[in-house]
């Protein structure tokens, strides 16, 4: 009877779910996940496996906290809506919080996801240089191989071809550059040299576009969806600089890389930059409900609402910023703190590379490389020329996890054929047995494909 109760709910997912991103594959169709505790998840059929991706990079904390479920029942019962054109205390509250990781210099707008996020922080760039007398600024720059989000605006800052060109024309003034991908710099170059030279390509790009035209640059701190791609400290520096020197707003998205994925409570705080705007979504409520924030710096803000007619950002979003969601992110960031979670991401991560380092001598793996609880495992075909691993080779690695109990993620851009990145990005909150695990199954399955 379980059986064919089972089998009637893949019909039924079949019949009337249309899923994101995947083709569906009726030999291996989605898993219907029913439970989740910790970093483990159980499907329909009832296997667990480990969840190494956190979902989509966002439960931070792992599954079934029954302290967020809590914080969400007493606000909804207490104020289930307010519309942030009024205001609500867990947004108060929220807001102050980040301040205090920030560094209490920035002023929060709220919205659902990171795309939100991102839509925001263009709207918003552009609106303010046009209140500082450069109403011609409104391109922005960010580079190949990034994700930004799905919506025009953000799917147009993107950086891969595939996820774009059906849907084109996109948003127009948004220009793109090549990313470090310190693995595949030219031979005979520092990295250090090379990283500088990528930085300076926004220069480049500033001047021969006007600098007059562009509002302003985003980036991760570094490149996760699309490859795990770690820049050498000064490109950040560098970019910051010529952002400052060129009257350009520097925007980091932190919807991956904040609240401790990293090893820090923001991506960007292992480099010595100041964003001019923030975005973050993801591990801010490590998923249990949908909430972004753009962060702004306070001078920034002070342009708007002067008192002059139409000085305000002529945004709204009815679910943004909803006092469950503030609530459930305020008791998140309690967990991430009294858990000392930043610091265990930065511990395990370190873990997890050390044991993992003997992989480099695989003979398809190029390169391994990791920020906090963040590894990229890069597969080809052959170390010499790094010709990137074939889709079979890339899908059997990971096929074979998942029949080993582990996700493993996948990332890269497949136009450019470099599709060939292995992600884990695991809860925060693994235990050292999780974590044992983890270096079991992939040791194993890569021993089993030499
Ligand atoms: N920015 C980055 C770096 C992301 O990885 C994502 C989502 N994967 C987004 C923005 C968009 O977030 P959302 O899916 O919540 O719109």
């Known amino acids: 009877k379980v059986g064919q109760e089972n089998e009637s709910l893949v019909e039924k997912d079949r019949q009337h779910v249309w899923h994101h991103i995947s083709a569906y594959n009726e030999k291996n169709p989605p898993m219907i996940i029913t439970e989740g505790k910790g970093a483990w998840i159980t499907d329909h059929n009832g296997n667990r496996y480990l969840d190494g991706m956190s979902g989509l990079w966002c439960v931070n904390v792992g599954y079934g906290r029954e302290e ?105 003034g948004f220009l793109h550059v090549a990313p470090p991908d310190n693995y595949r710099r030219p031979a005979g170059q520092s990295i250090e040299e090379y990283n500088i030279q990528r930085a300076q390509e926004f220069e480049e790009k500033i001047i021969w576009e006007q600098k007059e035209t562009i509002a302003g640059i985003i980036m991760e701190p570094l490149i996760t969806g699309g490859g795990v791609l770690i820049p050498h400290p000064v490109y950040l520096e560098k970019v910051q600089e010529i952002c400052q020197r060129h009257g350009v707003l520097l925007i980091i998205d932190e919807v991956i890389c904040g609240f401790g994925r990293t090893g820090k409570a923001f991506g960007h705080q292992h480099f010595n930059v100041k964003p001019d705007i923030i975005t973050m979504a993801k591990g801010l409520t490590s998923a249990y409900l949908p909430l972004s924030v753009t962060a702004v710096r306070k001078d920034i803000y002070e342009k708007f609402d002067t008192g002059e007619q139409n000085s305000h950002l002529r945004h709204i979003n009815t679910f943004g910023g909803n006092p469950a969601a503030c609530a ?20 395990l991560g370190e873990r997890l590379q050390k044991e993992l380092a003997s992989l480099k001598d695989h003979p398809f793996v190029g390169d391994i490389r990791g920020l906090g609880f963040l590894l990229g495992i890069e597969l080809v075909e052959d170390k010499k020329t790094k010709q990137p691993a074939s889709n079979a080779r890339v899908a059997k690695i990971i096929g074979e996890c998942k029949a080993n109990g582990l996700i493993i993620g996948r990332n890269g851009d497949t136009v450019a054929g470099y599709n060939n990145i292995l992600a884990l990005s695991p809860p925060l909150s693994c235990t050292d047995e999780d974590v044992d695990f983890m270096i079991a199954v992939v040791k194993k399955v890569f021993k089993e494909n030499e």
Do not use: C, W
């Not at 459930?328 to 511990?347: F, G, Q, Y």
């Open 68 to 172: 967020l479920a809590k914080a969400a029942y007493e606000q909804m019962t207490k104020l289930a809506y307010a519309p942030l054109t009024q205001s609500h205390e867990p947004a108060i509250g929220l807001a102050e919080k980040l301040n205090e990781m920030l560094g209490d210099e920035y002023v929060f707008f709220y919205s659902n996801s990171g795309s939100d996020a991102n839509e925001v922080a263009f709207k918003l760039a552009r609106q303010y240089h046009q209140q500082n007398g450069e109403s011609s600024r409104y391109k922005f720059i960010s580079r190949y191989r990034a994700y930004h989000g799905s919506s025009m605006g953000a799917l147009s800052a993107t950086g891969q071809a595939l996820r774009k060109y059906k849907y084109e024309p996109l948003a127009p």
């Open 328 to 347: 459930v992110a305020l008791k998140n960031l309690e967990i991430i703190e009294k858990e000392s979670l930043v610091e265990r991401s930065a511990n």
